[in-house]
């Protein structure tokens, strides 16, 4: 099968190679699923797992990719809860080859039903973004309506559904970003709109929570505006300035086979809009992963026409 590896860990995107090589086979509890479109983080050079696994073994040339949509193809031992054929959505294990392949191995629980009107681009585009923000919103975050949530990033993948998320559950949202992310954010439902370029977070006064996708200063002066009692939620490494009378809590997002049901559910009612900027095929994945421009909204891969 064809699968997109990682060769260097200092090159990031340009370390990456379409390969040739052997079907995955499942494991206890695993299904093999027909790829037909896999999402990707740009950031994934940066984690420990692409590079080494559980183990501390080296991970070189393995297959990127964490978020996907396909058709069951494969069952190991043991499998229950999907079946051959049946099309799903979710996120693959860290430290295991990934998607951006024509076919892969992940543990069933880690994957629900794809909805039957839900095409493969818009599902695989879903459970990264939008488990992170449900996760760090509803779970770790205890968002309760009336509350003011700071959005970073709000333009961008996660910070798009958490904005939109927060909004759905009764914020007032504040989204963050660059000048020109301000018409995106405020499309996606922010109430108002912070240019990190030329405005001060001070300026915003005191809010219940703050959704960190950027660190260093910015996540700095967030944990200022932190009124008592709050939360700074982060999603780009360990906490690293905590707010004085507040809570902290980084994270890293896990599939959750009932949250990817109320994901999707808000996908197909018009609740929470996929923010997808480039379409690619596998072909021509290498291009696309690796484009000359910055571009928003996430890069997804399609496998088959
Ligand atoms: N822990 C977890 O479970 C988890 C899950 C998902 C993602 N992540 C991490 O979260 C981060 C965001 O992921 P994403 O997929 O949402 O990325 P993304 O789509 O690139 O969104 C990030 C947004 O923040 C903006 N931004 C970044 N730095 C900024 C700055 N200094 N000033 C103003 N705007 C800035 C970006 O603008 P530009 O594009 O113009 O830079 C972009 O709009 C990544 O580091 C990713 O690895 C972690």
């Given at each position: 099968m064809k699968a997109i590896i990682a060769t260097d860990h200092t090159a990031e995107a340009a370390g990456l190679t379409l390969a040739e090589l052997p079907e995955p086979e499942p494991a206890i509890n695993d299904v093999v699923v027909e790829v037909h479109a896999s999402g990707f983080v740009p950031a994934e050079w940066e984690w420990p797992s692409t590079w080494v696994d559980r183990a501390g073994h080296d991970r070189t040339s393995a297959v990127i990719g964490h978020e996907f949509a396909g058709v069951v193809s494969g069952l190991g031992y043991g499998t229950t809860g999907l079946s051959l054929g049946q099309r799903v959505f979710g996120i693959t294990d860290w430290h295991r080859d990934g998607t951006l392949a024509e076919y892969t191995a992940v543990e069933s629980r880690n994957l629900a039903p794809l909805p039957g009107d839900m095409d493969f681009v818009a599902g695989a585009s879903l459970p990264i973004s939008g488990l992170t923000a449900w996760q760090g919103l509803l779970q770790h975050g205890h968002l309760r309506s009336g509350q003011t949530v700071i959005a970073h990033g709000a333009a961008g993948a996660?910070?798009?559904?958490?904005?939109?998320?927060a909004r759905e559950f009764g914020a007032y949202v504040i989204g963050t970003g660059r000048a020109t992310d301000?018409?995106?954010?405020?499309?996606?439902?922010?109430?108002?709109?912070?240019?990190?370029?030329?405005?001060?977070?001070?300026?915003?006064?005191?809010?219940?929570?703050?959704?960190?996708?950027?660190?260093?200063?910015?996540?700095?002066?967030s944990a200022d505006v932190i009124r008592a009692g709050g939360t700074l939620v982060t999603i780009v490494g360990p906490t690293e300035h905590r707010p004085e009378n507040g809570r902290t809590i980084d994270?890293?997002?896990?599939?959750?086979?009932?949250?990817?049901?109320e994901i999707a559910q808000r996908a197909r009612d018009g609740?929470?809009?996929?923010?997808i900027?480039?379409?690619?095929?596998?072909?021509?994945?290498?291009?696309?992963?690796?484009?000359?421009?910055?571009?928003?909204?996430?890069?997804?891969?399609?496998?088959?026409s």
């Open positions: 996660v910070g798009s559904a958490v904005t939109q998320l301000r018409q995106a954010a405020l499309d996606f439902g922010a109430n108002e709109f912070l240019d990190l370029g030329s405005d001060d977070l001070k300026d915003v006064g005191q809010v219940d929570l703050v959704f960190d996708v950027i660190g260093g200063d910015v996540q700095a002066q994270f890293v997002v896990e599939s959750d086979r009932a949250q990817l049901a609740r929470l809009r996929t923010n900027g480039t379409v690619s095929t596998l072909d021509d994945a290498l291009a696309a992963l690796n484009p000359t421009q910055r571009h928003k909204g996430k890069t997804i891969i399609t496998m088959r």
